[in-house]
């Protein structure tokens, strides 16, 4: 797992990549005098295991006392975290997601970011009617609706 | 080398009770209705030939696993489940020798219905590694935690202190301690005999489980054949009991699958949990085992054997199997 952090005062913006597992301890306990608002970019996490998830909500449960917590951009893998393990995401906020989708014509694959204030935030899905780039019919999501975003519901 | 696991729950014993008899009557019957069976005959017949599955309850002792390999024979720890050992194995032996994980009460509450303990001629020879070990087992024949005291015990009855890592060898066979993550200690052992292996992996909450970390006890999980892993709670509840010192089976599955260990045995079951949760977190675990052995093991990895652990469940380490999990 790498990790890069960009500071400043008042806002700290941290980017996740790679795989999150008993290795990523190190790396995570480094971070520390996190700023009053931290965002976390998660779009480039490819897998977590369970050793992984342990680490990730010690960190997590650590950095957020005081503080704003927002992960942004999570990928499907972090969705399915966030679905499984419902303490996953502690107490962030979650601000976007990476969701996969498929054209049921031409199979044609394609990820859309979806974000909380227009898509699923407050307890409601609005999904937005996409189409696909290749082909211009319908895109079809991977994963239904309900079960995406169980974590947000 | 073989397994039996006499107890199989971890904390506290969990006896029998109404609700749980109405909840295992209540599943045989509807899984028999479902299978068509209308008399007892066919109900025996089916139960004979493990075609609902083994088990049909998980049992409530605490630990006690026994390993054997030809005519060696040892126990680690004393849960509930030693009382149904002893009785199993009155008459038919004299030398009882028993390894200990740690101290803990559910470790050590068997001996007291241990039979062979309260006979002339018969020998107990505990191996332990921590010091104290000797006072705990005092302690619970002091004649006020039990009516008869350790002085009027007519075996007779040897501490032997191990160091961690320190190997005990008896014939073919070996033993050795290794450190776990418990709260007062605990140390598992890697069994060795026959060209098998099996690593005893509970009580801990293996919090160190990074190569990195796990150090100089890396290669107790190193080409070894069975992880006996506890599984005391599901993840969820796990990151809500940081230092309660268990873990929980995926956990084990990280560790089996990265190690390229071959079979995974699931122990220290929470005495909350029911029987059908037992069932659901094997299910669970299998499932996420698979997944992983084809995302993170090596190429040509087999698949890792996973079950779960009950009462009286036996391990033939040859086959690997477990008849009917």
Redesign the interface.
């Known amino acids: 797992m790498s990790l890069s952090i960009t500071k400043s005062p008042t806002l700290d913006r941290l980017v996740l990549a790679g795989v999150i597992d008993e290795n990523a301890q190190p790396t995570l306990e480094a971070v520390k005098d996190v700023a009053p608002v931290c965002t976390i970019n998660m779009r480039a996490v490819e897998e977590v295991n369970s050793c992984g998830i342990r680490e990730w909500v010690t960190f997590l449960k650590r950095i957020e006392v005081g503080r704003k917590i927002v992960l942004e951009e999570c990928s499907p893998e972090i969705v399915d975290q966030m679905n499984l393990v419902r303490s996953f995401r502690s107490k962030a906020e979650i601000a976007s997601v990476w969701r996969e989708y498929a054209c049921a014509s031409c199979g044609e694959q394609e990820s859309h970011l979806l974000d909380a204030k227009t898509h699923f935030g407050g307890g409601d899905l609005r999904m937005p009617a996409l189409a696909c780039r290749k082909c211009a019919q319908a895109l079809e999501p991977a994963v239904e609706d309900d079960e995406y975003f169980r974590f947000s519901l | 080398m073989r397994l039996k696991f006499w107890g199989a729950r971890g904390s506290s014993p969990v006896p029998q009770s109404h609700a749980r008899a109405v909840e295992l009557v209540r599943g045989l019957v509807t899984r028999a209705r479902e299978a068509g069976l209308t008399t007892l005959a066919e109900l025996d017949e089916w139960v004979a030939a493990d075609r609902f599955g083994k088990p049909l309850a998980y049992g409530g002792h605490t630990p006690c696993t026994e390993i054997s390999h030809g005519d060696f024979s040892a126990f680690v720890d004393m849960g509930t489940g030693l009382r149904e050992a002893g009785a199993a194995h009155m008459g038919k032996r004299k030398d009882y020798t028993f390894f200990m994980t740690h101290l803990h009460w559910d470790h050590l509450i068997g001996l007291n219905f241990f039979v062979p303990i309260f006979i002339p001629g018969h020998t107990l020879t505990i191996y332990h590694v921590h010091k104290t070990a000797p006072d705990s087992f005092r302690t619970l024949f002091n004649g006020v935690n039990f009516p008869i005291k350790w002085e009027a015990l007519a075996s007779k009855i040897e501490f032997r202190e191990l160091k961690p890592y320190e190997t005990f060898i008896c014939g073919d066979v070996t033993a050795t301690p290794f450190a776990l993550d418990h709260p007062g200690g605990s140390f598992g052992y890697r069994f060795e005999a026959g060209g098998r292996s099996a690593a005893i992996g509970y009580d801990s909450e293996f919090k160190r489980?990074?190569r990195?970390?796990l150090g100089r006890d890396l290669p107790f999980y190193q080409n070894l054949d069975l992880l006996v892993f506890d599984a005391q709670y599901d993840?969820?509840e796990?990151?809500?009991k940081?230092d309660w010192g268990h873990a929980?089976p995926?956990?084990g599955?990280?560790?089996a699958v990265r190690e390229g260990i071959k079979a995974l045995a699931l122990i220290h079951h929470d005495p909350w949990a029911s029987d059908q949760r037992l069932r659901d977190s094997l299910a669970a675990t299998r499932r996420?085992a698979e997944k992983?052995v084809k995302?993170?093991g090596v190429a040509g990895q087999p698949p890792l054997h996973v079950f779960s652990c009950y009462d009286g469940l036996e391990v033939e380490m040859d086959a690997l199997t477990a008849a009917g999990v």
Request: negative net charge; hydrophobic residues 45%; charged residues 25%.
């Open positions: 489980i990074s990195e970390a993840l969820e796990l990151l809500s940081f929980s995926t956990l599955v990280d560790l996420y992983q995302r993170r």
